[in-house]
């Protein structure tokens, strides 16, 4: 909501969609080399595994994916960016920091599992908390450019890593269990397809576009998808804390976790389609009124997309990675059908369009996978309960001010 519009206006859609071809195989690179290991995390810290065992064991496979990434970074970089050398230099950087990545998202993971709320949130802020403050500064003195741009978002992305240690002291003195890595590469290989598969459906759309459009229509859809993916939050903030409590046993909130998400994104996916055609002109400037038609159809799509988290952690936690991975593997098989048909042809309107079967077709098949492997119905998941109200005013009054411990 800050950074978006001063990167905008400094940049113009050129510019955004040159910091888009930097920022997104970034963000994608440390989920795709997780190879399946982070949700493992979760689970095992929810379950009691030490951190020492879970660090050392985890370490050793996510050290050696991320040492072969960063040997070949050169490489990837040019061909997913040829031209432009300077945007180059920046996703060369951030692919050879993939090992330190790796370890940072591994560090978080042991703390999510271990529902230790307070460091988790602390330690998600860093980076956005560091941008608002940096980017403003660039954005006045006119230093801001796609490379203070790209440096500054490297650069909070490795922060974390001594807080995550100061935070997880045991980490500090990591130990090897072969028993738990077998358990856990098991694990992340039947959660990794899906895992992959999830992040295409999200991501694949704007990478094919760095290459086959040209950067102002990736720049036009980089700020739809921020204004579309505004109201997920809340959503991502159910799937968080619903992952670690099936873990360790509690089935029973997967219900009202669903039901509430549902009611979130339905009420700030409504404002946002309602607030959009006059608020991105405002906020962007009005060379991006053009992504207005592409905000309204993406907003169903990240609805759906945001539903879907909550299932799959529902499953994974539960132990069972694998039909998790086969819903994301057929809303890719949607995603890159569609792709091929509908971004020759229509461009980025097309991808949005395919944007929304996919994610159709994904939550689907998690419901069918969650009422066989789970046994929990449809109807427990869609419709209303009296407790729900009570768990709204509950949360309602576990953060308004002077309630806390109510």
């Known amino acids: 909501m800050v950074t978006g519009p001063l990167f905008a206006h400094a940049l113009g859609a050129t510019g955004r969609g040159l910091l888009a071809s930097v920022l997104v195989p970034l963000g994608a690179a440390p989920y795709v080399a997780q190879i399946g290991l982070g949700l493992f995390a979760v689970r095992a810290s929810a379950r009691g595994v030490s951190t020492a065992r879970l660090v050392g064991t985890l370490a050793v496979p996510l050290l050696v994916v991320g040492a072969t990434v960063a040997l070949v970074a050169g490489p990837l970089a040019g061909a997913l960016l040829p031209e432009d050398h300077a945007a180059q230099l920046w996703l060369h950087i951030g692919l050879i920091l993939l090992p330190l990545a790796l370890l940072t998202n591994v560090l978080g993971d042991v703390l999510w599992g271990a529902e230790r709320w307070r460091a988790v949130i602390t330690l998600r802020l860093i980076s956005p908390l560091g941008l608002v403050?940096?980017?403003?500064?660039?954005?006045?003195?006119?230093?801001?450019?796609?490379?203070?741009?790209?440096?500054?978002?490297?650069?909070l992305g490795i922060?974390?890593?001594?807080?995550?240690?100061?935070?997880?002291?045991?980490?500090?003195?990591?130990?090897?269990?072969?028993?738990?890595?077998?358990?856990?590469?098991?694990?992340?290989?039947?959660?990794?397809?899906?895992?992959?598969?999830?992040?295409?459906?999200?991501?694949?759309?704007?990478?094919?576009?760095?290459?086959?459009l040209p950067p102002r229509e990736l720049g036009l859809y980089a700020v739809a998808t921020t204004v579309a993916t505004l109201g997920t939050a809340p959503a991502t903030a159910v799937a968080t804390v619903v992952f670690p409590r099936i873990a360790a046993g509690d089935l029973r909130v997967l219900g009202p976790a669903f039901r509430l998400t549902t009611l979130l994104l339905l009420l700030t996916q409504g404002a946002l389609a309602?607030?959009?055609?006059?608020?991105?002109?405002?906020?962007?400037?009005?060379?991006?009124?053009?992504?207005?038609?592409?905000?309204?159809?993406?907003?169903?799509?990240w609805f759906l997309t945001a539903l879907a988290p909550v299932l799959a952690h529902a499953l994974a936690a539960s132990g069972y990675p694998g039909p998790g991975s086969v819903a994301q593997i057929a809303g890719l098989a949607c995603t890159a059908i569609g792709l091929a048909v509908t971004l020759p042809t229509l461009g980025a309107t097309g991808a949005a369009i395919t944007s929304v079967i996919a994610a159709a077709a994904t939550l689907a098949t998690l419901l069918r996978a969650t009422r066989r492997c789970l046994s929990v119905p449809l109807a427990e998941l869609l419709?209303?309960?009296?407790?729900?109200?009570?768990?709204?005013?509950?949360?309602?009054?576990?953060?308004?001010?002077?309630?806390r411990g109510s």
């Open 133 to 155: 403050i940096v980017i403003p500064v660039l954005y006045v003195t006119d230093l801001l450019t796609v490379s203070s741009a790209a440096a500054t978002a490297i650069a």
């Open 159 to 212: 922060v974390p890593f001594p807080c995550l240690l100061f935070y997880l002291p045991d980490a500090r003195r990591p130990r090897i269990d072969r028993k738990l890595m077998r358990e856990a590469l098991g694990f992340g290989f039947r959660a990794w397809p899906g895992a992959l598969a999830g992040l295409a459906n999200q991501r694949l759309d704007q990478l094919l576009m760095i290459p086959l």
């Open 274 to 301: 309602l607030v959009a055609p006059l608020a991105i002109p405002i906020a962007f400037g009005s060379p991006f009124h053009a992504a207005v038609p592409l905000v309204l159809i993406l907003l169903p799509a």
């Open 383 to 403: 419709k209303p309960r009296k407790s729900d109200r009570d768990l709204a005013r509950a949360a309602l009054l576990a953060v308004l001010p002077g309630r």
